[in-house]
């Protein structure tokens, strides 16, 4: 099992692995495949955080981290992680995050806001990003956007996130 950077010539695999890992997920426009590509042709995109993880030279997990905006601090967005249906529960999600995050810090970046499981993220020491008056621009449940400081400063920032464009499309 390796983690790396996605390569170009990795993109057809990551896209379908993408979609299958989607399919039956529980909180999913079904899109997230489609916005993968958008985010890689923009400004937010981050080589060094684009991540996947291979086994036998099959892609089974992708993790992504873009530019975003908090206030005045650029800060990440983590979206999506995914991981092939047929290794999930194995904890590559896991191994992904921690490596994003360990790369994200030697990169500099403070912030890292991301919506989703709140159980899950919790463990990496994500925590409701209302505790540092961080907004969303999503109406989501509160407890599901969260945040994380690389620095592990619990400074309020008073602040709306501003995600690439492309979330948006």
Known sequence: MQIRK???EDYPQIYEMIKNAFKTAEHSDGNEQDLVEKLRKSSAYINDLTLVCVENE???GFIMFTKNRIGETE???LAPLAVAPKYQHRRLGTLLVKQGLKVAKELSYEYVVVLGDNKYYNRFGFIPAKELDIKSPF???SKNF?????SG???KLHALVEYPKEFFE
């Not at 969260?146 to 690389?150: E, F, I, P, S, W």
Request: charged fraction near 35%.
């Open 75 to 77: 800060g990440l967005s």
């Open 6 to 8: 996605e390569r170009e």
């Open 146 to 150: 969260m945040v994380l400081n690389l």
């Open 153 to 155: 400063n619990k400074k």
């Open 58 to 60: 099959e892609i089974v």
């Open 139 to 141: 109406d989501v449940p």
